[in-house]
């Protein structure tokens, strides 16, 4: 089962590829995608990382919580479900 991550406070310049990149050091990475603006395609600062495991998507987590990417200080926890 696959465990999805959000990922906030990410810069602008930020693409869906670099999010992939910078979690794949950390475990197989499902999908990710920088959520952007339907109207301008513009990034809207956040997205989500889909993890193949719970151990992978903790360990990305614990390393990248509070990290500098990109120049910004990332915010990343388990995304909470849709309602």
Avoid: C, W
């Avoid at 990382?49 to 926890?77: F, H, P």
């Amino acid at each position: 089962m696959s465990t999805n991550i959000y990922v906030g406070n990410l810069s602008f310049n930020t693409t869906s590829s670099d999010l992939q990149n910078l979690f794949a050091e950390h475990g197989q990475v499902e999908k990710a995608q920088v959520i952007t603006d339907r109207d301008t395609g513009r990034s809207r600062g956040f997205g989500f990382v889909e993890m193949s495991s719970a151990d992978a998507a903790q360990a990305a987590i614990d390393a990248l919580n509070g990290q500098n990417v990109d120049g910004r200080n990332v915010t990343v926890n388990l995304a909470k479900p849709r309602r």
